[in-house]
């Protein structure tokens, strides 16, 4: 069974940081492309970065370019995301999220999710 | 950028169909996926390349990609089909409509 536990939310003032782990399971996670989303209270989701296997190849969306990092241990089946200069607007619950259906780079869809951890920004 | 756009909001009967759309630019060219989430609840995959159902989804869920406009569609809609559903495609970046809350009453 295919199983992935984030942790390391909670709250943090502007300005501030934070560090997202995400534990896999039930699969090849070295073979993996795997991915962040985040969705705000009440609101859709919103992709914030994905890298493939071996970290070689790594992308972000434009609002978290230069203070998120995107980073995995293949020996520890882990991924992460470090989190600087935290805005107010980052407020959410961050997903783990493995891609699927890759090829040349690109990956279509989200087959397995984690349950998510909570980030809030705030004075 | 390229956008996705969803209505915010569509209700079904109980056992009758339910459509729900997704709209962008050349859509038909992009591979649609579809996600259902339930309130407090993490996202889950039901529809991926238009038209596949992941293991475990029910046969009543179905999608199709043509034109502008992907639609899901959900036959003999249940009360526990009831959730927000959102539609994804990749253009340059991965990018997500802005979710449809289905009722069923």
């Known amino acids: 069974e295919v199983q992935l536990v984030e942790s390391g939310g909670g709250l943090v003032q502007p300005g501030g940081s934070l560090r997202l782990s995400c534990a896999a399971s039930?699969?090849?996670?070295?073979?993996?492309?795997m991915s962040w989303v985040r969705q705000a209270p009440g609101k859709g989701l919103e992709w914030v970065a994905n890298?493939?296997?071996?970290?070689?190849?790594?992308y972000y969306v434009d609002s978290v370019k230069g203070r998120f990092t995107i980073s995995r241990d293949n020996a520890k089946n882990s991924l992460y995301l470090q989190m600087n200069s935290l805005r107010v607007e980052d407020t959410a619950v961050y997903y783990c999220?493995?891609?699927?259906?890759?090829?040349?780079?690109?990956?279509?869809?989200?087959?397995?999710w984690g349950q998510g951890t909570l980030v809030t920004v705030s004075s | 950028s390229y956008e996705l756009t969803q209505p915010p909001s569509v209700s079904v009967s109980p056992g009758q169909t339910a459509s729900i759309t997704c709209s962008g630019d050349?859509?038909?060219?992009?591979?649609a996926s579809w996600y259902q989430q339930k309130p407090g609840q993490s996202p889950v995959l039901v529809i991926y390349?238009?038209?596949k159902r992941p293991s475990g989804i029910p046969e009543r869920f179905s999608g199709s990609n043509s034109g502008n406009t992907a639609t899901l569609t959900i036959s003999g809609t249940q009360a526990m089909d009831e959730a927000d559903y959102f539609c994804?495609?990749?253009?340059?970046?991965?990018?997500f409509g802005g979710g449809t809350k289905l009722t069923v009453l």
């Open positions: 999220a493995r891609d699927m259906g890759c090829g040349g780079g690109t990956c279509y869809y989200f087959g397995y």
């Open positions: 039930g699969f090849m996670f070295n073979r993996n492309w």
């Open positions: 890298m493939n296997q071996d970290g070689s190849e790594k």
């Open positions: 050349k859509l038909g060219d992009k591979y």
């Open positions: 390349q238009n038209t």
């Open positions: 994804q495609a990749w253009d340059s970046t991965t990018i």
